[in-house]
Every structure is written in C-alpha cells, then in structure tokens.
C-alpha cells in the first residue's frame, strides 16, 4: 500500500471531546479518497494531522515505506512533500498566475521552473492567463490556479479542504469532472473531505462517512447509498 494510516487519534487542548477516534485507512498508489461528514466530524482535523500542522495522540501515518508520523518518528510539515488545496484557494494577490504556481519551486533550477510551469498551466487548460492577477480571474479559473499550484512540485499526496464551497452549483459539477480527470491523469493520490455527497461520488474511487470523529462507513462511493444525515453506526 502507498499511504497506510492506523488508528490515527487526535484529542484538541482544553477539551475532552475527541476529534479523531482510530481512523485507519490504505490507498494505492493514484487513489482518491474522499472522506465525507457533517461540521465537527474531523474531516478538516485529518487533514491537518496528514499534513504536520498538528500531531496526532497516537497511531501512525505512512507514505511511500516513510513514517510521516508514529512513535519514534515526526516529518515537519515542509519536509513531507504533501501539497493541499484550501477552501479559499489562498492564492498571493500580488503575484500573476505564473508567480503564485512557481512559488513552491524555489529549489528548483530556471529552466526547470519553466517547464514545469507550462506543464500545469496546460494541464489545467490556463495556458494563456499565465500574466493575469487573481482578480482577474472567474473562481473556477481560482479553483484550477490552485490546484496547478499545488500540483507543481509533484507531491507524494495531494489534500483537498472544501474544494467547491465557494463555486456555484453549475460550476461545481464541471470543475469535479476536470479534477477527477486531472488527478487521474498525473496519478496523483489524493484525498478531500467535503460534506457533499456529489463531491464524493463524482471525484472519489474510495469514500468514508465520518461522524464525530469516527468512521462508521467506507467503501466504494457506488455502494454508499445511505443519506448523509442518517447516522451509520458500525
């Protein structure tokens, strides 16, 4: 397996409400998962705890034979090549297209940048807004800056917070078909939690449904039909 996460625990301070209760999960190589829940389930809590911001109470995270995490081990967040796509995309204002895309290559040589630019920018169809601003830009053109950005240094795994959230409806369902596509065309394995059960359909090969930290439900996302708001105990 690719990724291996077990019993993965996370408890915030000054609280006694546990956020993430012996989550464990395998991914292949290439596989996305979406992990699926209401407010407060802890999807946005794993996601941090993937990628370093925080540090889990016990259990271990594994990556390509690498612990990210367990007893004697702890990357620091830069070191672990994890990109991640946030809700409001996060892109730097003040730079072009091409700037907030390169930002994360700067260990990378200037031919090298490059290229690398004018792969992504083809990938996610913005070849020609490569000296636009933001603000120049409609929010799905945003959502796709982002996930250029966030793909150009070739992370061993990609997250995703609430990519949609802020596209509308008739949006949303077009770029969920371009990121599936996206992803699967440069394998890259990646995970997104959402509260959208068409998110999960659309975009994931695996799905899990968290409720209060804990996963009740996973397989594949033709098979869970139950209602998100119908509380699945396992």
């Not at 991914?27 to 925080?54: D, P």
């Not at 796509?85 to 091409?98: C, E, I, S």
């Not at 995970?191 to 359909?201: G, K, L, M, P, S």
């Not at 968290?210 to 509380?231: A, F, T, Y």
Request: hydrophobic share 40%; with cysteine; net charge positive.
């Amino acid at each position: 397996m690719y990724i291996q996460i077990k019993d993965l625990c996370f408890t915030y301070k000054k609280t006694e409400k546990i956020a993430v209760d012996h989550f464990s999960i395998d991914l292949n190589k290439g596989e996305i998962l979406s992990i699926l829940g209401e407010s407060g389930s802890g999807k946005s809590t794993i996601l941090r705890l993937l990628a370093g911001l925080e540090v889990p109470s016990s259990g271990s995270i594994k990556v390509d034979d690498l612990f990210l995490f367990s007893k004697s081990d702890f990357v620091l967040p830069e070191k672990r090549g994890i990109g991640m796509v946030f809700q409001d995309y996060a892109l730097f204002p003040h730079m072009t297209v091409a700037k907030n895309i390169t930002f994360g290559l700067k260990k990378w040589g200037r031919k090298q940048v490059q290229q690398r630019l004018e792969e992504v920018l083809d990938l996610v169809n913005l070849s020609d807004y490569q000296k636009r601003y933001p603000h120049e830009l409609s929010g799905g053109q945003q959502q796709r800056v982002a996930l250029a950005r966030a793909l150009a240094p070739n992370p061993v795994l990609l997250l995703f917070d609430e990519p949609f959230s802020n596209l509308d409806a008739n949006l949303q369902y077009k770029i969920r078909e371009e990121l599936r596509v996206i992803l699967k065309k440069t394998g890259t394995t990646s995970i997104f939690v959402t509260h959208d059960e068409n998110d999960a359909r659309t975009l994931a090969d695996k799905m899990v449904i968290l409720n209060e930290g804990k996963m009740v439900k996973s397989g594949r996302p033709c098979d869970m039909l139950s209602p998100l708001n119908e509380k699945v105990h396992a």
